[in-house]
């Protein structure tokens, strides 16, 4: 195939544009853009184009989850992590006292109990063997990575056998969400956010220095940071609700298993009234979708306008099938856990909800025994 | 894989446009969270309601 990588004279060397896949992101995310603008749709355009901004921002500050869980648990490296909650105090910042003070808005809440933490735990083994969480997994597939295709495949699948799942164990029992505003109002519910993450800082930072690891975040991870929280807030803003990835997986993965003549229409979960609606309607009527298809183009505009996409050849097979396990393990640990590092760490902290504090500690434990599974897989444990 | 992405996302985005536009529409997109009762991003019912 004759492909189109134009030299770029100005940008520095080596750099090229790949034309061919930046005018396809770029085309992309147009066309859905004005499909939802000739419904008149703005806030769902401002999603799309919110999602965009992430993918982009993700793929310069090579932002993740993944890889910062992974250095923390291996060497006690914390800047990572610490870059994450950065993203999650900026969020906060809206997120907790405008869902408290606005009913049309919201922030991510989510009960206690085991279907929160086998999910989370569930995730994290998934999460080290796919390589990517689910903001990972879309900005990696939007940057040309063919392995995280496969992850993303098997995420989609997992999530769907995730919600027939996700009734039962809810049946185990559980307490309702607790929420730091309901206690404390809306600006007390603030303060109490930003001291649980100032906590927790402290703890990494502590951690970190005993184990003699750098606890500093990157330069990246700083700016990055800075400008997915502020991101986070955009799309808080246009949505009603923090930011969320997995649940269109779960839409996506529906609609195949429909359209392949499989009926969920009766299962407990898709008679929920918002799963309901979501099956039934546009795929573009749903918040999660619209901001994961912006992340895909997003990042793949970024890689198209530095390197020619998608160069790399195809990895081992082994690689491939640690992709499609733990995109299994993800997408049904994501419906059991209710969400991802975004939709529950990121989004359940930044609404002061404590669900997001026991997902990040029963997923910790998931990652501790993915990372050592990832050698029978030919990946390294670093 | 330069192929495998062009077919996927060429694909991906006919899929994309063929299901919207033969799709109901809500209007404004909504999450399961904007649902009463839902006490999770995806609609789960809290708890206490059962």
């Known amino acids: ?382 | 894989m330069r192929k495998t992405y062009i077919v996927v996302t060429v694909l991906a985005l006919i899929v994309i446009v063929g299901q919207h536009l033969t799709s109901p529409s809500s209007g404004r997109a909504v999450s399961p969270e904007d649902f009463a009762g839902a006490c999770a991003p995806c609609g789960a019912p809290c708890p206490s309601k059962k």
Request: proline share 5%; charged share 5%; with cysteine.
């Open chain 1, 1 to 382: 195939m004759t492909t189109a990588i134009l030299s770029a004279p100005s940008a520095r060397a080596g750099a090229s544009i790949d034309v061919l896949f930046l005018g396809l992101a770029i085309l992309a995310t147009a066309a859905i853009t004005a499909l939802v603008l000739l419904d008149g749709q703005m806030a769902s355009a401002a999603l799309v184009i919110g999602g965009f901004g992430l993918g982009i921002a993700f793929w310069k500050a090579e932002f993740s989850y993944t890889a910062s869980f992974r250095r923390f648990l291996n060497s006690g490296e914390a800047g990572g992590l610490i870059g994450g909650l950065i993203v999650i105090a900026v969020a906060a910042l809206a997120v907790v006292p405008v869902a408290a003070l606005y009913p049309n808005y919201g922030g991510a809440i989510a009960p206690l109990g085991p279907s929160l933490i086998i999910g989370a735990f569930v995730f994290g083994i998934g999460m080290q063997l796919g390589n990517g969480c689910g903001s990972g997994t879309l900005y990696t597939v939007g940057g040309g990575s063919g392995r995280m295709l496969v992850t993303l495949a098997f995420f989609i699948a997992g999530s769907v056998f995730g919600s027939l799942s996700l009734p039962p164990f809810l049946a185990m029992g559980g307490i309702d969400p607790v929420l730091a505003s309901d206690y404390l109002g809306p600006w007390g519910g603030l303060v109490a956010t930003l001291v649980s993450i100032a906590i927790g800082i402290a703890i990494f930072i502590t951690i970190a220095r005993k184990r003699g690891a750098n606890w500093k975040p990157s330069r990246s991870y700083i700016v990055g940071g800075l400008a997915i929280g502020l991101l986070c807030v955009f799309v808080f803003a246009a949505g009603g609700h923090p930011w969320s990835v997995t649940f269109g997986y779960t839409v996506w993965g529906a609609k195949i298993a429909t359209a392949l003549g499989f009926d969920l229409s009766n299962a407990a979960f898709w008679q929920w009234p918002g799963p309901k609606q979501a099956l039934t309607n546009s795929v573009l009527s749903d918040t999660s979708s619209l901001t994961d298809f912006g992340v895909i183009f997003g990042a793949m505009a970024a890689a198209a306008a530095t390197k020619p996409f998608a160069s790399a050849s195809w990895p081992p097979v082994k690689s491939l099938l640690a992709g499609a396990v733990g995109g299994l393990l993800m997408g049904w640990g994501a419906r059991l856990g209710f969400g991802c590092n975004i939709g529950a760490f990121v989004g359940g902290i930044a609404s002061g909800s404590v669900h997001g504090w026991v997902w990040f500690l029963a997923c910790l434990p998931g990652c501790w025994i993915g990372i050592r599974l990832r050698p029978l897989f030919g990946m390294s444990k670093d």
